[in-house]
């Protein structure tokens, strides 16, 4: 089971000078246990959908059009689209980045605990999506004290510059 979880628990009708009425679906997603709300318009939905046609097969989302604005059609339509996001995260073990961009989750690629020190002889679509995260490196041990009580902080800005900035070069603070 997934560590998200969504509901849409309401919606509101808009009107702008520029375009006629719209609907705006209000969204609650709660991720490892913090809460925030995304507001979305259909149209959203409905680019969302086309993208994730590229990537998994998502389920049915509710019908583009409607002949009637009134609550009863629109909350069908908002039960809709709630069981069109649970379905989302029910059916796929790892949910597309697109997804997460469009419930406004952090997201950080993590390569789970088997495939890390993985094959890469054979090429599969999994291995393919393997990200490579930055490592921080010290080039010597900076818990080992040199004879002069001053140098330990010395060693740990070295090891900071070393290993984030440019770890080729070799520096000397001495």
Not at 56 to 74: A, M, Q
Request: hydrophobic residues 35%.
């Amino acid at each position: 089971m997934h560590p998200v979880r969504v509901s849409i628990p309401s919606f509101r009708s808009e009107t702008n000078s520029i375009e006629k009425g719209y609907t705006v679906f209000k969204i609650d997603v709660l991720w490892n246990g913090r809460q925030h709300t995304v507001e979305k318009r259909y149209r959203e939905f409905h680019a969302l959908h086309k993208m994730l046609k590229k990537s998994i097969k998502p389920p049915e989302i509710p019908s583009k059009h409607v002949r009637n604005w009134v609550p009863k059609v629109l909350e069908q339509r908002r039960q809709g689209l709630e069981l069109y996001l649970q379905t989302i995260i029910m059916e796929n073990e790892v949910l597309p980045k697109i997804f997460l961009d469009f419930l406004n989750i952090r997201h950080f690629p993590s390569v789970p605990k088997t495939e890390s020190c993985g094959s890469f002889d054979t090429e599969s679509e999994e291995s393919s999506k393997l990200s490579h995260q930055p490592v921080l490196l010290f080039l010597r041990d900076p818990y080992l004290l040199p004879s002069a009580p001053n140098t330990f902080s010395n060693v740990v800005i070295e090891g900071v510059i070393q290993g984030v900035f440019c770890p080729d070069l070799q520096l000397s603070m001495q």
